[in-house]
């Protein structure tokens, strides 16, 4: 490469490998779909219903036979109690927006 060819290279767009073009189109935004709120609502809930499941079975397991190591049942009891926290939290939150509609005149 001659010395004017090389400084035409530098000030040239870099070219873009298949490489970054894939990880460019993989951080970019993908769209979200929408969801319905009851689905969502729905979801979690049956979610946190599942932990608390789960956490119950993890401590019967280990009372009864000793197979389940004692930091998994802490894991999972304390995964269960958040769960329920939110939930309740998620909760109070509707009450009061509940209230605070009931309370608007018209």
Do not use: C, W
């Amino acid at each position: 490469m001659s010395g004017i060819a090389a400084l035409a290279a530098i000030g040239a767009a870099p070219v873009e490998t298949a490489a970054i073009a894939s990880a460019r189109q993989a951080a970019a935004p993908q769209p979200v779909a929408p969801v319905d709120f009851s689905t969502l609502m729905s979801e979690g809930l049956t979610s946190m219903d599942a932990k608390v499941a789960h956490a119950d079975q993890m401590v019967s397991r280990f009372a009864l036979d000793d197979s389940v190591p004692l930091h998994q049942v802490t894991i999972a009891l304390e995964e269960a109690r958040l769960s329920v926290e939110f939930a309740m939290q998620v909760r109070q939150r509707f009450v009061e927006g509940y209230r605070e509609l009931m309370n608007m005149q018209l």
